[in-house]
């Protein structure tokens, strides 16, 4: 059984960021939106007939929610190009095609509509103070981003960097993830790169998680870079994603949980090759076979010595924000929940069974 877990959105420095688009490709086979309110088992619906779908052998993507990573908000099936996506908000992916290629199943229509209406003003009331917590939750991201920035820039500003040998370990790593697939002259397939970009982790209820395991299991090549935060990752993973698209070759692009302008990690499915950077609060234990590269040898770290107790002071107020923005997050997952009360009662899933056996009979056959 192979399931790949990502992260399609995420709680970010900038808000809720949302990376939905990738979840599918553009010339998809079919794509199930599923619309209902919280509770009435788009979740569950989806993660039973991916782990159907897994068991017969086949590789699915679970796409997990950032705000609650125990539950998913969409699955993909690559070997048939099928979807299935939750199309309520904050992720609302619109049907471009319905009818031809896009379902609508409306778990909506198995609730009691007039008890619902019971509880009118409780879920009003609960659905505002979810997102006051969002809003307090992305003002900590926002101003721990702000902080690991202080505590980045003193590399720059000492010219503590070895720009020279940094752009030399940038060819280096290059050259060992793309070999000889095509050349900066060439180009690897005739079509232009199809580039995905995703989350490899989380800022969830649960703190900061990952799913790298998942995401890397089958590479038969990986390289890790480590380095302190502002010690060149970044740029590193920045000239790579520019070459191999430049090649043509094409790759799933992860981006940093709290600042998703920042490339941490890269997947060359075609050439079985994994890129990850390795640092706090994601850090990589290298196997015996990884190639592992570190950015401190590019790094005068005496440079720096005189500003110790500030950047220190910067990491501590980084590490307190993230941890004020979790905490608001798990609070508007515990009302989220209260949420949910409102609508298990008031629901038919006898007919919500009866559907997602009819959807996952329809998957199913198309695998055969």
């Known amino acids: 059984m192979s399931i790949k877990k990502v992260f399609p959105g995420g709680n970010t420095s900038k808000g809720f960021y949302s990376f939905y688009q990738y979840l599918a490709p553009i010339d998809a086979t079919k794509i199930y939106v599923i619309k209902g309110g919280p509770g009435v088992g788009k979740s ?9 779908v897994a068991e017969k052998g086949f590789l699915v993507e679970f796409h997990c929610c950032s705000s609650d990573n125990n539950s998913i908000d969409g699955i993909y099936i690559p070997s048939i190009k099928v979807a299935m996506v939750d199309g309520t908000a904050p992720h609302i992916v619109d049907p471009k095609n319905p009818g031809a290629v896009d379902t609508i199943v409306h778990l909506g229509d198995y ?5 619902m209406r019971k509880n009118r003003a409780e879920i009003i009331a609960t659905n505002k103070s979810i997102g006051q917590h969002f809003k307090r939750a992305y003002h900590y991201l926002a101003a721990a981003q702000i902080y690991r920035d ?3 820039c003193y590399y720059v500003d000492e010219d503590a960097l070895d720009v020279v040998g940094l752009n030399a370990l940038a060819k280096s790593i290059i050259n060992e993830a793309l070999g000889e697939a095509a050349d900066s002259a060439g180009t690897f397939a005739s079509s232009p790169a199809n580039v995905r970009h995703l989350f490899a982790s989380a800022i969830s209820p649960n703190g900061l998680v990952n799913s790298l395991d998942t995401i890397f299991a089958n590479v038969e090549k990986k390289l890790l870079i480590n380095g302190d935060p502002g010690t060149g990752k970044g740029s590193i993973m920045k000239k790579l994603v520019a070459e191999a698209a430049g090649r043509n070759i094409s ?4 981006h940093c949980a709290l600042n998703p302008e920042v490339i941490e990690h890269v997947l060359i499915p075609e050439l079985k090759v994994g890129i990850i950077t ?3 609060p994601h850090f990589t234990r290298s196997a015996s076979e990884d190639l592992v590269f570190d950015t401190a040898e590019y ?8 500003y110790h107790e500030d950047m220190a002071l910067a990491r501590d107020n980084y590490n307190a924000a993230i941890e004020h923005g979790v905490s608001f997050i798990s609070r508007a997952k515990v009302l989220h929940d209260k949420l949910e009360e409102y609508y298990v009662p008031n629901m038919d899933f006898k007919a919500v069974n009866k559907r997602k056996e009819e959807i996952m009979q329809e998957i199913l056959g198309m695998l055969s």
Do not use: C, F, H, L
């Not at 569950?44 to 159907?52: F, P």
């Not at 609730?111 to 008890?115: A, F, T, V």
């Not at 790094?299 to 005189?306: E, G, L, Q, W």
């Open 278 to 280: 390795s640092t706090n």
């Open 150 to 152: 202080a505590e980045e």
């Open 44 to 52: 569950s619906m989806m993660k039973a007939i991916g782990q159907a």
């Open 111 to 115: 609730w009691d509509e007039e008890k």
């Open 299 to 306: 790094v005068d770290a005496s440079r720096v010595i005189p």
């Open 251 to 254: 790759m799933e692009v992860y």
